[in-house]
């Protein structure tokens, strides 16, 4: 079991940035593929970016390409999306995944493990 603990949402200006940290609760997190999804009210859980286990590969959704970064520092288990220039269409729960598969899916139901989640909500 991996646990998985989201940090650093909160309320942001549209235009501004914000940085999300994922932690995990054990070593084996370097073996997975991680990923960031959201899901705002009324609307399902899309991907958001995904990373391989030692961030040679990332890949991204269209709609944060250029905007968000994933990253990952392996020798502290640890995530991170920094989101820039922010609109309101990124109002979400944030949720950080991992995949005991080194690929990236954009399938949230290839993901074994998830995280409670984090609020972000962007103001106008």
């Known amino acids: 079991q991996v646990w998985l603990v989201e940090s650093g949402g909160g309320l942001v200006q549209t235009g501004g940035s914000l940085r999300l940290s994922c932690a995990a609760s054990?070593?084996?997190?370097?073996?997975?593929?991680m990923a960031w999804f959201r899901q705002a009210p009324g609307k399902e859980r899309e991907f958001v970016a995904g990373i391989k286990p030692r961030g040679e590969v990332t890949n991204y959704a269209d709609s944060v390409k250029g905007r968000f970064t994933i990253s990952r520092d392996n020798a502290k288990n640890r995530m991170y999306l920094q989101m820039s220039t922010i609109d309101p269409g990124d109002t979400a729960v944030y949720s950080c995944?991992?995949?005991?598969?080194?690929?990236?899916?954009?399938?949230?139901?290839?993901?074994?493990?998830w995280g409670q989640g984090t609020q972000v909500t962007v103001s106008s």
């Open positions: 995944a991992a995949r005991r598969q080194p690929s990236i899916s954009t399938d949230a139901g290839h993901y074994d493990y």
């Open positions: 054990e070593r084996s997190f370097i073996l997975y593929a």
